[in-house]
């Protein structure tokens, strides 16, 4: 979460009911969080000195508005070309891909690479897993969980198949961006 909280700062400064709202409109698609959440997380990112406060009203609500550090950009170029967490792999690569924009070309075509390669070395994993499946032998007690357990699986794999077809879209567009020096 905090990852996706410095993107959404490099966007433009925010207060914690704006970070609420750019959740609730984009980031819930893919990621969700909750008031509570997303303040311990900033707290997190204040106490790193990846945030700072730039503005804090002084009356009424005393609503704080939030800037990105030097140190959380660092922070945020090194996550986003990072290898995603095998924990939850449509979080990971979908946080990433929505701030793209963010990133000049170049890192753009090596975050999508490693995107890529990370999403297609889970797939294999699945696909091994599948042909040791595949040869076992299940009680006939244990037929209906076997065949549901195969039934995951199986979505697994093709998930991660139109994972790769998607990313090897994105990739060719991302390229021919390169190739012109587009940002």
Sequence with gaps: MAHVILGLLLLRPMSLYDLLKAFEEGISLFYSASAGSIKRALEGLLR??????VSQDVEGRRRKTYGITDAGQAAFQE???SPPERADMDTAVLSRVYFLG???????????????????????????????????????????VARYGRATLDYGIRAHQTALTWLDELLGRAAADAEKGAR
């Excluded at 090596?110 to 299940?138: C, D, M, N, P």
């Design 48 to 53: 790193r000195g990846e945030v700072e406060i």
């Design 79 to 81: 996550w986003i070309l």
């Design 102 to 144: 963010l990133l000049d070309a170049t890192d753009r075509l090596t975050a999508l690479e490693q995107l890529r390669t990370t999403v297609a070395a889970e797939a294999a994993t699945l696909e091994v897993v599948e042909s040791q499946v595949a040869t076992s032998e299940v009680p006939a007690e244990l037929g209906d």
